[in-house]
């Protein structure tokens, strides 16, 4: 179905802001000092997960003052729907990745699939150590067994949008994060 304006304002507008502009950049300030730790003087590559990574991996990269590449990834398991199904997989790091450390960000790490496949696959393509890094971490008990090296903030389980995450393409650009009224 077609969403008008309207339909897409009323969803923000019943929406709950569950995590605010300030929380998300503190948040992101505690996770690059981490992440600077880490990885400051190993030049790594970093890996935007395509399209709800875009958001963060701009304002997360912004804060990192050392050397870096970037490159990106797109493989998605949600499309459009709100339930995820197999993994995607739509385009491929150009930069070759062997030997290098990897940081993948990503916006909201749910059931942990996506962020477990790109992992294994980074392993395959013999990088030499990989992390990765979510904006939002969704608490219940259906994870996979993995979980995110850096994580800004753990939200109930509830479909979100906002700061990378869409309602159904929509809202990505939203600068906090919001849950779907009664989701
Ligand atoms: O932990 P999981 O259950 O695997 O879910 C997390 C993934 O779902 C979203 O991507 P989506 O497939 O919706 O594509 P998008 O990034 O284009 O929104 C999100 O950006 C993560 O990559
Ligand atoms: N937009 C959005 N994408 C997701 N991918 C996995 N969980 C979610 C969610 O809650 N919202």
């Known amino acids: 179905m077609t969403n008008t304006i309207d339909q897409l304002n009323l969803i923000l507008d019943e929406a709950d802001c569950l995590v605010d502009e300030h929380q998300i950049d503190a948040a992101l300030d505690k996770m690059a000092q981490q992440i600077t ?3 400051g003087d190993k030049l790594p590559v970093v890996l935007c997960v395509m399209n709800g990574g875009l958001i963060p991996t701009a304002a997360l990269i912004e804060r990192l003052n050392f050397p870096l590449e970037l490159d990106y990834i797109h ?7 709100t339930e995820g199904t197999s993994l ?12 290098r450390h990897i940081l993948v960000v990503d916006d909201i790490f749910d059931q942990g699939h996506t962020l477990q496949a790109i992992s294994k696959w980074l ?4 990088s030499s150590a990989v992390y990765t890094a979510t904006v939002i971490n969704k608490l219940h008990d259906r994870k996979t067994d993995m979980t995110p090296d850096y994580i800004g903030a753990d939200v ?5 949008f906002g700061y990378g995450m869409d309602y159904k393409g929509y809202f990505r650009n939203l600068k906090g994060i919001y849950a779907v009224k009664d989701s």
């Open 123 to 126: 392993e395959e393509q013999e």
């Open 75 to 81: 493989a998605t398991r949600y499309g459009m729907e």
């Open 156 to 160: 109930v389980d509830r479909f979100l």
């Open 37 to 39: 730790t880490d990885l």
């Open 88 to 99: 995607n997989w739509l385009s491929y790091p150009k930069t070759n990745l062997k030997g």
